[in-house]
């Protein structure tokens, strides 16, 4: 701490861990066609079952008891050998449309985009440029990852603008996300010699998740089976004390205490009714199929959920999640544009709270999935909540900010205690417009972050970084102006996390708008978050 900082120090160079970033063009996984047209070939393989389900019984029982379908129809008309014909020819234009398809497939990373052509009739070229990349998926679908591969999705901020390498080797994919957001990150990387144009990604040797000519089926089989027990985040990749799970029972108890629980209890509480009471049976014909249909959905929820995993490392927030399919994504530092801390009533006494974020290029909108590209914590405890808002703002991390933070999640009443709370509160005579909730609304700004408390039923913290916020709106109707009141609102982009006031003392709500616009174009002026391992500017040295 007592060395000063060097001018001009030149960022070191690192080694790319793949030969995927040298800028020239790269095939994906040769199971590519396969796995994205597998829906296909499901279609077909289980047509061709279902007209010979007859005959296959008869290798089991002796007895012909099969008629009338096509395959009978083919053999009594003697078109044997044309069937055949004609099902060979249809099996190579598929292989050839299959493989056409792979070969012009290709990828590029360069030091300042990631691009895509793809496309056999139709060609289309996608780009993303690495300055405005917001974050770095990996997902591993369960068929996929019987053959070692895995999709990768590069997010930019902008409408439609992701990109998508689909499908790599396993391990090929985790070591191009590291090498992308190295790239985007500023980091310099050591130059690697060139490959050959068009290179395909299998040409590199003894990939991971991509098993060479020699391999032996056991090696491939052993390899698929410690890859699915193997945990979704590397050991090595941060420290242990770093690293927030989620254990299973708390997944599960979520799951069950939320708003499709009650409405399930509901819905059977007036189906037992309108049985009791003699209905017509298209109650039970409507309700019970969902009744049934909901056990798919909580499995659906929980599998999604299990292996929870969030931890920091060098290139920011890295979310792991999945039990048969598993996914991970990365946002570097800097891409979180807000914050929700909220707690559901049925969740107050257990101590459980959820984290939701907005992030430029993921949908807008609450997902009833548990776990999507907005749900950075999905149940955690205080301290939990406390460790991942420290990965996320990572300078928002003093004894004031945590205190701030506490009185966000659960005070309000505290002040009239003679409890310092730091917030600025809505006046008593905005119980008019929310007679529960008026003594829980407040704000404040603490750096170059701002705070929203709100909410009673769902208690609801929302923290902006004034860096990311785009706008601040005030507003005033007629009811509001007879009390003297005021609604404010801070825009950010689209998401679930709405950063908004409902009720505020008019004089607090011109003094809330002068500290926001003036700290939102402070703190942009100062960020340097999009390229997060840039210590300085580049030399002449340097850039050569």
Same mark, same amino acid.
């Given at each position: 701490?007592?060395?000063?900082?060097?001018?001009?120090?030149?960022?070191?160079?690192?080694?790319?861990?793949?030969?995927?970033?040298?800028?020239?063009?790269?095939?994906?996984?040769?199971?590519?066609?396969?796995?994205?047209?597998?829906?296909?070939?499901?279609?077909?393989?289980?047509?061709?079952?279902?007209?010979?389900?007859?005959?296959?019984?008869?290798?089991?029982?002796?007895?012909?008891?099969?008629?009338?379908?096509?395959?009978?129809?083919?053999?009594?008309?003697?078109?044997?050998?044309?069937?055949?014909?004609?099902?060979?020819?249809?099996?190579?234009?598929?292989?050839?449309?299959?493989?056409?398809?792979?070969?012009?497939?290709?990828?590029?990373?360069?030091?300042?985009?990631?691009?895509?052509?793809?496309?056999?009739?139709?060609?289309?070229?996608?780009?993303?440029?690495?300055?405005?990349?917001?974050?770095?998926?990996?997902?591993?679908?369960?068929?996929?990852?019987?053959?070692?591969?895995?999709?990768?999705?590069?997010?930019?901020?902008?409408?439609?603008?992701?990109?998508?390498?689909?499908?790599?080797?396993?391990?090929?994919?985790?070591?191009?996300?590291?090498?992308?957001?190295?790239?985007?990150?500023?980091?310099?990387?050591?130059?690697?010699?060139?490959?050959?144009?068009?290179?395909?990604?299998?040409?590199?040797?003894?990939?991971?998740?991509?098993?060479?000519?020699?391999?032996?089926?056991?090696?491939?089989?052993?390899?698929?089976?410690?890859?699915?027990?193997?945990?979704?985040?590397?050991?090595?990749?941060?420290?242990?004390?770093?690293?927030?799970?989620?254990?299973?029972?708390?997944?599960?108890?979520?799951?069950?205490?939320?708003?499709?629980?009650?409405?399930?209890?509901?819905?059977?509480?007036?189906?037992?009714?309108?049985?009791?009471?003699?209905?017509?049976?298209?109650?039970?014909?409507?309700?019970?199929?969902?009744?049934?249909?909901?056990?798919?959905?909580?499995?659906?929820?929980?599998?999604?959920?299990?292996?929870?995993?969030?931890?920091?490392?060098?290139?920011?927030?890295?979310?792991?999640? &999945?039990? /048969? %399919?598993?996914?991970?994504?990365?946002? #570097?530092?800097? *891409?979180?544009?807000?914050?929700?801390? !909220? $707690?559901?009533?049925?969740?107050?006494?257990?101590?459980?709270?959820?984290?939701?974020?907005?992030?430029?290029?993921?949908?807008?909108?609450?997902?009833?999935?548990?776990?999507?590209?907005?749900?950075?914590?999905?149940?955690?405890?205080?301290?939990?909540?406390?460790?991942?808002?420290?990965?996320?703002?990572?300078?928002?991390?003093?004894?004031?900010?945590?205190?701030?933070?506490?009185?966000?999640?659960?005070?309000?009443?505290?002040?009239?205690?003679?409890?310092?709370?730091?917030?600025?509160?809505?006046?008593?005579?905005?119980?008019?417009?929310?007679?529960?909730?008026?003594?829980?609304?407040?704000?404040?700004?603490?750096?170059?972050?701002?705070?929203?408390?709100? &909410?009673? /039923? %769902?208690?609801?913290?929302?923290?902006? #970084?004034?860096? *990311?916020?785009?706008?601040?709106?005030? !507003? $005033?109707?007629?009811?509001?102006?007879?009390?003297?009141?005021?609604?404010?609102?801070?825009?950010?982009?689209?998401?679930?996390?709405?950063?908004?006031?409902?009720?505020?003392?008019?004089?607090?709500?011109?003094?809330?708008?002068?500290?926001?616009?003036?700290?939102?174009?402070?703190?942009?002026?100062?960020?340097?978050?999009?390229?997060?391992?840039?210590?300085?500017?580049?030399?002449?040295?340097?850039?050569?």
């Amino acid at each position: 701490m007592n060395e000063e900082p060097v001018a001009h120090a030149r960022p070191a160079l690192t080694a790319p861990r793949t030969d995927l970033t040298d800028g020239e063009w790269h095939r994906l996984h040769p199971a590519t066609p396969l796995l994205r047209g597998g829906i296909f070939m499901v279609a077909i393989i289980g047509f061709i079952i279902a007209n010979l389900r007859e005959r296959l019984i008869d290798l089991f029982t002796g007895e012909e008891n099969y008629g009338g379908d096509p395959i009978d129809a083919i053999y009594e008309r003697g078109a044997t050998g044309w069937a055949l014909l004609i099902i060979g020819g249809v099996l190579v234009v598929i292989l050839v449309v299959f493989y056409l398809s792979w070969r012009l497939h290709t990828f590029r990373v360069t030091g300042e985009i990631v691009e895509v052509r793809s496309g056999l009739v139709f060609r289309s070229n996608r780009k993303a440029r690495l300055d405005r990349v917001q974050g770095v998926n990996l997902t591993r679908p369960l068929i996929p990852r019987l053959f070692g591969a895995a999709r990768l999705q590069i997010t930019v901020a902008g409408q439609d603008g992701n990109v998508e390498l689909a499908y790599l080797g396993s391990k090929l994919a985790d070591d191009l996300r590291r090498d992308i957001l190295h790239l985007a990150s500023g980091l310099r990387q050591a130059k690697q010699p060139a490959a050959a144009p068009d290179a395909p990604v299998t040409s590199a040797p003894a990939v991971d998740g991509m098993p060479i000519a020699h391999s032996a089926l056991g090696d491939f089989a052993t390899a698929r089976f410690n890859e699915f027990r193997a945990p979704e985040l590397d050991p090595d990749a941060a420290p242990p004390h770093s690293v927030v799970r989620i254990p299973p029972r708390r997944l599960i108890g979520s799951v069950v205490l939320s708003g499709f629980t009650v409405f399930l209890l509901l819905a059977g509480m007036g189906l037992i009714i309108s049985v009791i009471a003699g209905s017509s049976g298209w109650v039970l014909v409507a309700v019970l199929p969902g009744l049934i249909g909901s056990v798919g959905y909580y499995f659906s929820r929980i599998t999604k959920t299990l292996r929870f995993s969030i931890t920091g490392t060098p290139d920011g927030v890295r979310v792991g999640y &999945g039990l /048969l %399919s598993t996914s991970s994504q990365t946002l #570097p530092p800097g *891409r979180i544009h807000a914050i929700e801390v !909220s $707690q559901p009533i049925l969740w107050r006494r257990f101590g459980w709270w959820q984290i939701s974020i907005n992030t430029a290029g993921q949908a807008s909108g609450r997902s009833s999935t548990p776990v999507t590209g907005t749900t950075l914590l999905p149940v955690g405890t205080l301290a939990d909540v406390e460790k991942v808002l420290q990965l996320a703002l990572p300078d928002f991390d003093t004894e004031t900010h945590r205190a701030l933070i506490e009185n966000g999640m659960l005070g309000g009443r505290k002040r009239d205690a003679g409890i310092a709370d730091f917030y600025s509160n809505a006046p008593a005579r905005a119980v008019w417009l929310r007679p529960f909730s008026w003594w829980r609304t407040g704000w404040a700004v603490s750096g170059s972050v701002a705070l929203i408390r709100r &909410g009673i /039923l %769902s208690r609801d913290l929302i923290l902006v #970084p004034l860096a *990311r916020m785009q706008g601040v709106r005030i !507003s $005033q109707g007629a009811i509001r102006r007879r009390l003297r009141l005021a609604s404010a609102a801070l825009h950010t982009v689209a998401g679930p996390v709405t950063a908004s006031l409902s009720v505020i003392d008019v004089d607090e709500a011109l003094v809330l708008f002068e500290w926001m616009s003036t700290g939102a174009v402070r703190s942009a002026l100062a960020d340097t978050s999009h390229q997060w391992s840039r210590t300085a500017p580049p030399t002449q040295e340097a850039t050569e």
